[in-house]
């Protein structure tokens, strides 16, 4: 039974430039079952990304050589890999930042560890297969010419597979599910984060994901037709009239 879990256990890349926060997350996120490792900057976490092939990577912003914003960009070129940033930067532009280049969530430092370790659980249940209530027993919904399919979670574009991260694809998943049916801010971001917003900054991380969509969705993003805006509420996806049959 050990064996069949250690084979399991997933790989989290922790890059942080402060050596005591690289300990103490390597420590507690062994303790806790992950395999960890660690990088001191950026050009280190890109080197060690290609060689470990790692589940999810934790990244703080600030960083000699190459900045976490910079790893990012990187990283997105090549790959969908779920992460999360570390920021202490106190401007609310800032911290959108990294979202906007393809982070999934950011936690703000100081942080508690066990806040970041929830975190890190919620992301990674979102990105594995996970179906949602409301999806056809296909698991194939075709909107006009997007197609997706929640099975393989993939989505095209006419013929075109589309790149999206694993919290882009289930927050995809989510609005589809309930296709025509409003959506809060909150509710999206429990449903999809796994946490209930504390401050009015938090629903940022869900407004920035919707705008990454409708990049990638929309043939005008400025004019979405698919995830449309709830006024005084949040999202919804517009009502899903041809469901696939496999």
């Not at 805006?229 to 999202?235: E, F, L, M, P, S």
């Amino acid at each position: 039974m050990l064996g069949h879990l250690e084979t399991h256990k997933e790989k989290i890349l922790v890059v942080d430039d402060e050596a005591s926060i690289r300990r103490i997350l390597e420590t507690r996120l062994s303790m806790i079952g992950y395999d960890v490792l660690t990088a001191a900057d950026g050009l280190e976490a890109l080197g060690l990304f290609r060689e470990s092939d790692p589940d999810l990577v934790v990244l703080d912003v600030m960083m000699p050589k190459l900045d976490g914003y910079g790893v990012c960009q990187e990283l997105r070129k090549e790959s969908d890999i779920p992460i999360i940033m570390l920021t202490a930067l106190g401007d609310v532009a800032d911290r959108i930042t990294g979202l906007e280049l393809g982070a999934d969530d950011y936690v703000m430092k100081p942080f508690s560890p066990k806040e970041l370790e929830a975190r890190i659980r919620s992301v990674l249940r979102r990105t594995d297969k996970h179906g949602a209530l409301g999806i056809p027993p296909s698991g194939v919904i075709y909107v006009g010419s997007i197609k997706i399919d929640t099975n393989k979670r993939q989505v095209y574009k006419g013929d075109q597979r589309l790149r999206l991260t694993g919290m882009e694809f289930s927050l995809l998943e989510l609005l589809a599910s309930r296709s025509g049916e409003p959506f809060s801010r909150a509710e999206i971001l429990q449903e999809v984060w796994g946490y209930t917003p504390e401050r009015h900054v938090d629903t940022r991380v869900v407004d920035v994901h919707v705008s990454r969509l409708r990049a990638k969705l929309e043939y005008d993003p400025s004019n979405p037709e698919l995830i449309l805006t709830a006024r005084g509420t949040g999202y919804l996806f517009q009502r899903i009239l041809q469901i696939g049959e496999g």
